[in-house]
């Protein structure tokens, strides 16, 4: 049998297989009675952190890991400086593994000073051979190494880095003591594991992994597999269990969520996932990212419009406005074809907030490409957009192509954002003097007296209030505009 990757200590064998969720449990239960032994020999608790770089489904992710850490028996720690940290990364930009790096470093300083300390590794940048290598070599202090496929190992990576005894499931410890576990796809979808939620009020939900379109630029297809769609009933049960304990705003999460059930062996579309989701009892809101424009269907249009409780929020990701490069993107559609789905979607839903992600210097991208994208923003009118530099990412096709010069992308990149905003802050400055609904979701960073939450649009909203309104839904005026948030009272 081949090898899948090949580290300098590290050979993997693609016979072995992640173990069910029954295997993963017994796992959890042998690491929390070697943990045990740990804290009665110290005579204190073990601390973890687990800090979150990337997108939702990342930040997911975390709190399927807290869920298992938990079990364990490690206690959440707010610092990084705690017994055990673990860093689920993102890859999608390099600046994101530049952190990482940085990051690193400080890490090791706190452990210099406490020797019980473990620093573990996940998430889409260990999926990268170089990465994994690049940390063995020069950042020996950590102590675990797992992909975004083999999170649910979680409960087993603990026991054996705490010493318990190898059974032989795929999971590499090297001589140094280093455990590490990557594999290039998943080996199913595990269901039932313990996990931690952020808000008792919201969730996300996974309604499928991965993702097959393989934008030119872009690195999620290669660390984050193939497309794999959640057994519908399995959601709702999910869903409903949720609803029971509380929650009452859902996001349904995918890299692109339009392709729902595409390939799997039932037969269920998004759209018609999305109502069965509506009707669960307790359900006040549902929200889900991300949708790729290529595989929105008037099915889904039409669902949101009828559905009260599917949130007036649309994030539609652009790249760019230039059929030319859009074409160069494999994105599968072009300015025009973007532009008139914009228009079916307003006309049908007219109090939808649409936003976006842009990507400015893509290889190739002369200015009249560029002018298209800003002409696509003057034309959409998004409250809000993500703008990225582009990043050239090892291994995907467009990390072939000739870069576009730094100080021409960063004069588009400021040119893009001001218009991003000034437009953004038009369209929300619109909502001056409405009635809306506000979810609050906490107190407010910065000013006592007032809370935070968000409108079904997702917009952000500042009001007056006390922690005993978190998780209501509170009725507003909004009396001013901050650009990107929203007064009310
Ligand atoms: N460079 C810059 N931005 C990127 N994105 C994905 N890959 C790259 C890249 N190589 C952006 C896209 C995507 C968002 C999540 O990240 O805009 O929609
Ligand atoms: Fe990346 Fe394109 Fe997949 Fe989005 S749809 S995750 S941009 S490959």
Redesign the pocket.
């Known amino acids: 049998m081949p090898p899948l990757f090949c580290y300098n200590e590290v050979v993997m064998d693609k016979t072995a297989r992640i173990l069910d969720s029954g295997e993963q449990l017994r796992f959890i239960g042998l690491a929390r009675e070697l943990l045990d032994k740990k804290i009665k020999e110290i005579g204190r608790q073990l601390t973890f952190h687990v800090t979150t770089f990337g997108c939702q489904m990342n930040a997911r992710d975390s709190e399927k890991l807290i869920g298992i850490l938990k079990d364990v028996g490690y206690v959440w720690e707010e610092s990084e400086d705690a017994d055990l940290v673990i860093y689920n990364t993102c890859t999608?930009r390099d600046n994101a593994n530049q952190k990482v790096y940085g990051k690193l470093g400080y890490l090791h300083g706190f452990k210099k000073k406490n020797p019980l300390m473990k620093i573990g590794m996940c998430g889409c940048m260990m999926q990268e051979p170089s990465v994994v290598e690049k940390i063995q070599k020069s950042y020996p202090f950590v102590d675990m190494i797992f992909g975004t496929h083999n999170i649910y190992q979680l409960g087993e990576l603990i026991y054996l880095m705490l010493g318990g005894e190898d059974e032989g499931h795929g999971v590499t410890v090297t001589k140094r003591g280093q455990v590490i576990s990557v594999w290039d796809e998943a080996s199913g979808i595990m269901e039932d594991l313990p996990t931690e939620r952020k808000y008792p009020f919201k969730s996300g939900v996974n309604i499928m992994y991965g993702?097959?379109?393989?934008?030119s630029?872009?690195?999620?297809?290669y660390v984050?597999g193939r497309e794999r769609s959640r057994d519908p009933k399995e959601i709702i049960r999910e869903i409903e269990r949720l609803c029971a304990d509380g929650v009452s705003e859902i996001m349904l999460l995918g890299?692109?969520v339009n392709s729902y059930g595409h390939g799997a062996d039932f037969d269920m579309s998004f759209p018609e996932l999305l109502r069965e989701v509506c009707r669960v009892e307790g359900i006040e809101r549902v929200r889900f990212m991300?949708s790729?424009p290529k595989d929105l269907s008037d099915e889904l249009i039409s669902v949101m419009a009828d559905e009260p409780k599917v949130c007036r929020h649309l994030h539609l990701?652009l790249?760019s406005g230039s059929s030319r490069l859009l074409a160069e993107?494999?994105?599968h559609y072009d300015k025009d074809k973007y532009l008139d789905l914009v228009d079916r979607i307003k006309d049908a839903i007219p109090d939808i907030a649409l936003t976006t992600?842009i990507i400015v210097g893509y290889p190739t991208e002369t200015e009249e490409d560029f002018l298209e994208t800003m002409d696509v923003v003057s034309k959409v009118r998004y409250s809000a957009a993500f703008t990225f530099i582009y990043s050239q990412r090892t291994g995907t096709p467009a990390a072939k192509l000739p870069m576009v010069p730094e100080a021409v992308v960063h004069d588009r990149f400021d040119r893009l954002l001001k218009l991003v905003q000034d437009i953004g802050a038009e369209e929300n400055g619109k909502l001056v003097g409405s009635k809306q609904v506000v979810l609050v979701e906490q107190l407010n960073e910065k000013e006592p007296g007032l809370v935070t939450g968000r409108l079904s649009n997702n917009l952000t909203v500042h009001l007056p209030g006390d922690a005993s309104m978190i998780g209501q839904y509170v009725p507003v005026t909004i009396t001013e505009s901050g650009g990107f948030y929203l007064k009310g009272e």
Not at 211 to 215: E, G, I, K, L, R
């Open positions: 999608v993702c097959d379109n393989f934008c630029y872009c690195i999620v297809p984050r890299q692109n991300t790729h990701p790249q993107m494999n994105r992600d």
